[in-house]
C-alpha cells in the first residue's frame, strides 16, 4: 500500500467517506472541508509525498457566497498548503485541520454586517503548520495552543496525538473538555487518553514546588500510564498529552502501546516540550 493510500485510508476513518473522493483522472480528488461547504480539486502527483500535492481550482463554494469569494478561498488553501508540506511527509490530515480553523474564522466573519471578508482572511493567514489554536470556554477566557501529530494507522485503526501546555490540572481538564466539545471528530474517536505533569512555585517560599500528575485510559487498559511514563521518560513537564484512537476492527495487542508512544512522543517533539533531547551529551574519554 503507497503512503497516499494509507493517508486515504487514515483520513476516512477519522472524518467520512465522502471527504476525500476519487475522480476519473489518475491522482485528482475532491476534498471536501468538515463542516463547511468549500470542495477543493486536489492533484497528487505519483512521487508524492516527496513532492507536494497541487490544488487545481475550488470545486464549490457552497450558496450565497460574496464575488471574489471562491478566489480567496483558492488563495488561502495554497498558502496553508504551503505551510504545512514538508518532504517525504504526508500532509492531508495537517491541511485539513488548518482549513477547518481558518474557514471556521471566516464562516464567523460573514455573519458581522459590514466586514471585509479580505481583512478577516489576512488576519489569520501567516499561522504556524501543524498548530492548532482551539478556545477553551471557561470565565477567563483561556486558550490553547495544540500541536497535532501526523495520523498513524495500523490494521485500519488510526492513532493521532497532540500536546499543549498547561500549569495546572483545571486547566488540563478545561482544555480537553473544550476539545471534545468543539471537534465532533474527535469526539466520536473510540478513546481519547490523556496524560499530564505540572510542577508550580509554592505559595509560602519555604514550601516545596507543587507537583501534580494524572492520566486517563478512557477505555484503552493501562494506556494512560503508558502515556505518564512517556513524559516522565522524557522529562516534560507543564505539558498535557491526548492520543485519540479510531478502532478499526482489528485488535492490536501490545503493539497499540508502541504506536500511541510513538504518535505522542512525535507531538511532544514537535510542540519543543522534549527535555532529553536538549540535555548535553556525556563527553567521551
Known amino acids: 500500500m503507497s503512503e497516499l493510500d494509507s493517508e486515504i485510508l487514515a483520513i476516512k476513518a477519522i472524518y467520512s467517506e465522502d471527504v476525500l473522493r476519487s475522480t476519473n483522472q489518475d491522482g485528482l480528488y475532491i476534498l471536501s472541508i468538515p463542516s463547511h461547504s468549500v470542495a477543493l480539486r486536489l492533484r497528487f502527483p505519483p512521487d508524492y509525498p516527496a513532492v507536494p500535492p497541487a490544488i487545481d481550482g475550488v470545486e464549490s463554494t457552497g450558496d450565497a457566497t460574496p464575488k471574489g469569494y471562491g478566489s480567496l478561498i483558492l488563495e488561502l488553501a495554497r498558502g496553508t498548503l504551503g505551510q504545512v508540506w514538508n518532504a517525504g511527509d504526508v500532509c492531508l490530515y495537517d ?12 464562516t464567523l466573519s460573514h455573519d458581522k454586517e459590514g466586514d471585509n471578508i479580505q481583512d478577516e482572511m489576512q488576519e489569520v493567514e501567516g499561522m504556524e503548520p501543524r498548530t492548532l489554536s482551539t478556545p ?4 477567563s477566557d483561556l486558550s490553547s495552543s495544540w500541536v497535532v501529530s501526523a495520523p498513524t494507522i495500523e490494521k485500519k485503526s488510526v492513532f493521532v ?12 481538564s478545561a482544555y480537553v473538555s473544550n476539545l471534545l466539545a468543539t ?9 481519547n487518553i490523556t496524560a499530564y505533569r ?27 500510564g503508558r502515556l505518564l511514563h ?8 507543564n505539558v498535557l498529552v491526548m492520543v485519540s484512537r479510531w478502532y478499526g476492527g482489528v485488535k ?31 563527553k567521551k574519554n
Open 136 to 139: 477553551v470556554a471557561s470565565e
Open 252 to 282: 492490536l495487542g501490545p503493539d497499540r502501546f508502541r504506536i500511541i508512544s510513538a504518535v505522542a512522543r512525535e507531538a511532544l517533539v514537535a510542540g519543543g516540550f522534549d527535555q532529553t533531547s536538549k540535555a548535553p551529551k556525556p
Open 198 to 224: 505540572i510542577r508550580s512555585s509554592p505559595i509560602i517560599p519555604s514550601d516545596k514546588e507543587l507537583v501534580y500528575h494524572d492520566c486517563n485510559d478512557d477505555g484503552e487498559t493501562a494506556a494512560g
Open 183 to 191: 471537534d465532533k471528530k474527535l469526539a466520536k474517536a473510540t478513546h
Open 95 to 106: 491541511l485539513i485541520q488548518e482549513l477547518e480553523s481558518l474557514l471556521e474564522v471566516q
Open 230 to 237: 512517556l513524559l516522565q521518560v522524557m522529562d516534560v513537564w
Open 161 to 172: 496525538a497532540r500536546a499543549c501546555a498547561v500549569s495546572s490540572p483545571a486547566q488540563a
